[in-house]
C-alpha cells in the first residue's frame, strides 16, 4: 500500500526553525509533484509549497523567502525547511503526492499530518 509518512513537528519559538520531512513508501512507479498544505483551526487546507518531479518550486506568498521546499527521489522523501518561524505559521501540516504505482496510474495522496505550533 502507498503511503505518505510525516516526521518533524513539534513546537518552535518564533523566529525558530523546523525541519518537516515526508516519506512515501509501497509499490511506488513513479512520483509526479509533491508539497505540503496546512490547515489552521478553523480554516481550509491551503497549499503552502510544492515541487514537480524535475525540481520547480511553488510557494504561497506568505512563506517566500523563509521555507524551503525539496526532494531526494532517490529517497521518495520530500522536505520542508521553514525559516523565520511565525505564530501565524502554527497549523496542521500535510504532505501531498501524485504516485503511480506499478501497473497503475497516478492518485494523488495525503500524509497523517502533522502539528507545527509556534509560540513563545
Known amino acids: 500500500q502507498v503511503q505518505l509518512v510525516e516526521s518533524g513537528g513539534g513546537l518552535v519559538q518564533p523566529g525558530g526553525s523546523l525541519r518537516l520531512s515526508c516519506a512515501a513508501s509501497g509499490s511506488i512507479f513513479s512520483i509526479g509533484t509533491m508539497g505540503w498544505y496546512r490547515q489552521a483551526p478553523g480554516k481550509q487546507r491551503d497549499m503552502v509549497a510544492a515541487?514537480?518531479?524535475?525540481?520547480?518550486?511553488t510557494y504561497t506568498d506568505s512563506v517566500k523567502g523563509r521555507f524551503t521546499v525539496s526532494r531526494d527521489n532517490a529517497k521518495n522523501t520530500v522536505y520542508l525547511q521553514m525559516n523565520s518561524l511565525k505564530p501565524e505559521d502554527t497549523a496542521v501540516y500535510y504532505c501531498?503526492?501524485?504516485?503511480?504505482?506499478?501497473?497503475?496510474?497516478?492518485?494523488?495522496?495525503w500524509g497523517q499530518g502533522t502539528q507545527i505550533s509556534v509560540s513563545s
Open positions: 515541487i514537480t518531479l524535475r525540481g520547480s518550486t
Open positions: 501531498n503526492a501524485d504516485i503511480a504505482e506499478k501497473l497503475g496510474g497516478y492518485r494523488n495522496y
